[in-house]
């Protein structure tokens, strides 16, 4: 599947995640991608639409407390990224 424009620059913003620890906000993604709070929110809902992210009620510190809602990657969407990051399926 191909990304293109405001979505592929949002999906970026998972590069830094682990597959554990991928549940991050639209203020984290605009951060990480140098988007318009506007254009991420569109952006991920759009990667939430093509089964590549999934919304979180909740999210978790490494200490274990509430952090709040974000969106993390789905099994299909953390597979295109290790292609993206690899250059190959695996």
């Known amino acids: 599947m191909k990304l293109v424009g405001y979505e592929a620059k949002a999906f970026s913003a998972w590069r830094e995640t682990e597959p554990d620890f991928d549940v991050i906000s639209f203020s984290t993604v605009a951060k990480r991608a140098e988007l318009d709070h506007k254009k991420v929110r ?42 993206s990051l690899n250059g190959k399926e695996g």
């Open 42 to 83: 569109r952006a991920v809902r759009g990667l939430a639409r093509k089964g590549l992210a999934k919304f979180y009620r909740t999210s978790w510190t490494d200490d274990g407390e509430p952090h709040g809602a974000g969106y993390g990657l789905t099994s299909q969407g953390r597979a295109m990224l290790d292609v």
